[in-house]
Structures are given as structure tokens and as C-alpha cells.
């Protein structure tokens, strides 16, 4: 993909992204790796509504050589593809979405639990995964972004690599391959989130053990 190219995919999945409401005023922000630096959405831009001439370009040691101040969680989203390059067993970062998703932020206010959601459908356990909940760390703020490179490490070595982490009270950050996966990683784990919240008054059953054994071992899950 050229620069030209991933500048226009940018645009074309924050615009999805706005239009679907998964993200509302300046929320979220998406990066995508190019050579060897990265895109990245400006800071307080509205995906919605996004020039590909004004993303900001960073090179590989974060610095800006062009486009609208980058956004601030530029840090984090380095992070992400850090330790994912570092870990035999992480998966790979080519780009990174962050957004306010209105069903996964509220599932984070009342969540007591290590993980934003349980095993309660076989395509969140075969699209999305585990999903760690990071505790609440105000925007911007670079314990946050240590705290997820851990969180990322962590998972590789007991086996179970994940591809999402929820901030909590903020909203999710997802990595993939390509912005079209991360995308639709998202969705996924949206509509998930949706799900829990609205059977919070009786919590459904997780998938069986046996259950889930068979989605590793046909479709190559990660739990």
C-alpha cells in the first residue's frame, strides 16, 4: 500500500467508523504503519470528517515531519506496535483503532472484572478474545500506554495473545494486520459489549470449556 493508498483507508474507515456511531465529535483516533514511520489521525480531528493531507506522519522514533498536530495517544498506539514486534507470540500491529464505543465504555463502568467480557459468543472468542480491562488513566497519560504494553506481554506468555485492550472509562484499542480487520474486530467487540449490557440483569453463561476447546481447534482461536 502506498502512502496515497493507506491515507485514503484511513479516511474511508473513520468515515465508516463516524457514520455508525462508533465514535461521535473528536473522539477516537486510528494509526496505521508506512515504511517506516506512521500515519496517524490529527489530535481533536472528527473521524468523520477527515483530509488526507493533514494526517500526521511520524517517523519510526515518533517524531513529526508533517500534517496537523498528531493525536496525543500517539504514544500508546507506539507502544502497541512495539511490543507486539518484541513477543514471538503477540500479534502483529500494522495499525492500531482507538475509539469511545458507547456499549464498551458503559460495560467498563460497572465491570468488576480483570476482562471487559466473558466467552458468551463463539465469534467474539474467535474475532475478538481475551480483552483486558486497563484501569482508568486520565487521556494521554503514558502509565496508560505502559500498562497496556505489559498487559500485551503478559498474555503472549501464558499462550493466550490478544488483539484488544479496553481502557477503562474511555474505550477500546484494537490492532490488526489491516484497518478492514481492526474494523471489523471492533464491530465484533461492540456488538458483544451490547449484548452483555443488555442482559445485565441476569448475566448469560459463558461458553463450556468443551465449547470453546472446539472453536481453538477449528477456527484456531486465541483463549
Known amino acids: ?22 465514535v461521535h465529535a473528536s473522539a477516537g483516533n486510528i494509526s496505521l504503519r508506512v515504511g517506516t514511520g506512521f500515519l496517524i489521525t490529527p489530535t481533536d480531528a472528527c473521524l468523520g470528517f477527515l483530509d488526507p493531507a493533514q494526517l500526521a506522519m511520524l517517523n519510526v522514533n515518533g517524531t513529526q ?10 504514544a500508546l498506539h507506539r ?4 511490543t507486539s514486534d518484541a513477543s514471538a507470540q503477540a500479534l502483529p500491529a500494522l495499525c492500531v483503532i482507538h475509539t469511545h464505543s458507547t456499549h464498551c465504555v458503559a ?13 458468551i459468543t463463539p465469534y467474539f472468542v474467535m474475532k475478538v478474545g481475551h480483552v483486558p480491562l486497563i484501569p482508568y488513566h486520565r487521556p494521554g497519560n503514558g502509565a496508560a500506554a505502559t500498562a497496556v504494553a505489559q498487559t500485551i506481554t503478559r498474555y503472549a506468555q501464558q499462550g493466550t495473545p490478544i488483539r484488544a485492550v479496553m481502557l477503562s472509562r474511555l474505550g477500546p484499542n484494537v490492532w490488526h494486520q489491516n484497518l478492514a480487520s481492526a474494523m471489523a474486530t471492533l464491530e465484533e467487540l461492540e456488538e458483544t ?31
Open 1 to 22: 500500500m502506498t502512502e496515497s493508498q493507506a491515507r485514503e483507508e484511513i479516511c474511508r474507515i473513520g468515515q465508516s467508523l463516524f457514520q455508525r456511531g462508533y
Open 65 to 74: 515531519i508533517s500534517g496537523a498536530t498528531a493525536s496525543k495517544t500517539i
Open 79 to 82: 507502544q502497541i506496535y512495539a
Open 107 to 119: 460495560r467498563s463502568l460497572t465491570c468488576n472484572d480483570t476482562e471487559l467480557l466473558p466467552p
Open 193 to 223: 459489549a451490547k449484548l452483555m449490557n443488555l442482559c445485565a440483569a441476569q448475566s448469560p453463561a459463558s461458553l463450556s470449556e468443551l465449547q470453546l476447546q472446539e472453536l481453538k481447534e477449528n477456527f484456531g482461536a486465541h483463549w
